[in-house]
């Protein structure tokens, strides 16, 4: 089929940049390596979005959390990606985590509906020399294709590792020991009781033994082009938070607080924490606990944890290694490659960090092309919103020197008043209702200039 634009890379980013066009009329061709009989290192299946991670969209808190004011924001333009994540959704307290086989089968029956979208299954080996095109294939593209983006932009790609955490069998986990309770009970929206965590108590030797455990436990070695590869502070293999100190992880992942023992009535000394995974509830990923343990080493281990003793793992965790591009050199402000503007990049390959992250550049690409094959001038969403923030940072306000993967944050956003009406300083809860307040009204003012 003759088409208007190519995106290469059928994951979070390419799927939606390919729904917002498609949806707009537009002749789009996805071409997607997977279902040629090749993968990269971390995926599993041929389906399209495919979460190969966790299995959370983090926060769905509009009032006072960055992701989920993005959530909003995508939602308000109709993300495929969110819907998606809404109708396969799990309880998981305040975040938005999804049954991933169901999420992705969400989205590849949406994308199905549309006549004027062809999925090719094809490996794409070089950029196209002329012709609108969206690169969405993440920090796992494939090593030809790499080459080439690495030959058109003239620069070394940022590259760091992330590491993939476990999933347990739930009939294999004893509920005798552990108990559910989301942290301070806190429900994650209509029918939920407060209780979408299971939770693993351990005591203070328990602790101390696992945590031994971890640092002499047997590592991936790494190869030699891997060996001076940083990893990604949001994605910290459990070890290497473990060797920062003997409490870091009693104040990160393994944190107690706010989860009473009903077998004491008291918050344990530490907690392993495992969320649903699928809507099933047969399936629970360990949360935090990326790893770079041997696949051995990893079952030993986390079986010494109070409840996993007879732990089956449908999944053990991970590691490989990400590249992106050094945006803010690289690209324009309309993600256009400079040395090739009728390129665009899309999704993590841009350096954000994130399923969500990813997916709203995609959205973004997929808007901005609509408006350049129908010749009009692209508004771009104000620097007060979660999307015209994070597409700030990638094009231009982050330092292109120590570029490093970012999660969208307050931190990205044009600063809020220090002082209220009253003249009084703005404290921190306030100050993030004030960040999310003033994106909402900006992004009612913009979206009509979208037409």
């Known amino acids: 089929m003759p088409h208007d634009v190519h995106i290469i890379g059928g994951g979070l980013a390419g799927s939606e940049a390919a729904w917002q066009l498609a949806r707009r009329g537009y002749r789009v061709r996805l071409s997607e390596m997977r279902g040629t009989g090749e993968r ?9 979005a495919e979460m190969v991670c966790s299995n959370s969209l983090r926060s769905d808190d509009d009032a006072s959390n960055a992701v989920g004011l993005l959530h909003h924001e995508m939602r308000s333009l109709d993300s495929l990606v969110m819907a998606a994540a ?9 975040a938005l985590a999804v049954d991933r086989d169901a999420f992705s089968a969400e989205v590849e029956a949406a994308l199905a509906t549309l006549p004027n979208l062809e999925i090719i299954r094809e490996r794409v080996d070089q950029l196209p020399l002329s012709g609108l095109t969206i690169v969405a294939t993440g920090p796992l593209t494939a090593g030809a294709l790499a080459e080439r983006i690495g030959a058109a932009t003239g620069a070394d790609s940022l590259a760091f590792f992330d590491a993939i955490a476990p999933i347990v069998y739930y009939d294999s986990i004893d509920m005798s020991v552990c108990w559910l309770q989301s942290r301070w ?21 328990q602790y101390l033994a696992f945590h031994d455990g971890l640092l002499a436990g047997e590592k991936t ?22 060797a920062r100190g003997v409490d870091t992880l009693r104040f990160g992942p393994m944190k107690p607080v706010g989860l009473d023992d009903p077998r004491t009535g008291r918050w344990p000394y530490a907690a392993v924490q495992l969320r649903q995974d699928n809507k099933l509830g047969t399936l629970w990923n360990i949360v935090g606990f990326q790893t770079k343990l041997k696949h051995a080493e990893q079952t030993r281990l986390f079986r010494t944890i109070p409840g996993l003793e007879q732990a089956e793992f449908a999944r053990l965790g991970g590691l490989h290694r990400n590249t992106f591009l050094n945006s803010p050199r690289l690209l324009d402000r309309q993600l256009r490659l400079t040395s090739a503007p009728h390129i665009r990049f899309a999704g993590q390959i841009t350096g954000c960090e994130g399923y969500v992250e990813s997916a709203a550049v995609g959205l973004l690409t997929g808007i901005m092309t609509a408006h350049e094959l129908a010749g009009r001038d692209w508004p771009p969403p104000p620097r007060t919103t979660a999307l015209g923030a994070l597409l700030a940072h990638i094009t ?3 330092e292109a020197e120590s570029y490093q993967p970012m999660n969208v944050n307050f931190g990205m956003f044009p600063p809020v008043g220090p002082l209220n009406e009253a003249g009084r300083k703005l404290k921190k809860p306030d100050r993030k209702l004030a960040y999310t307040g003033r994106a909402k009204a900006d992004l009612v003012s913009w979206l009509p200039a979208l037409g």
């Open 86 to 94: 809404d109708k396969a959704r799990v309880p998981a307290g305040s």
């Open 221 to 242: 070695e790494f190869r030699e082009w891997e060996a001076n590869t940083p990893y990604f502070e949001g994605c910290m293999p459990i070890e290497v938070m473990a």
């Open 40 to 48: 990269s290192p971390a995926h599993q299946t041929d389906a399209l």
């Open 396 to 398: 231009g306000d982050a």
């Open 185 to 205: 009970d806190k429900a994650s929206g209509p029918g939920s009781e407060g209780k979408d965590y299971i939770n693993c108590p351990m005591d203070k030797a």
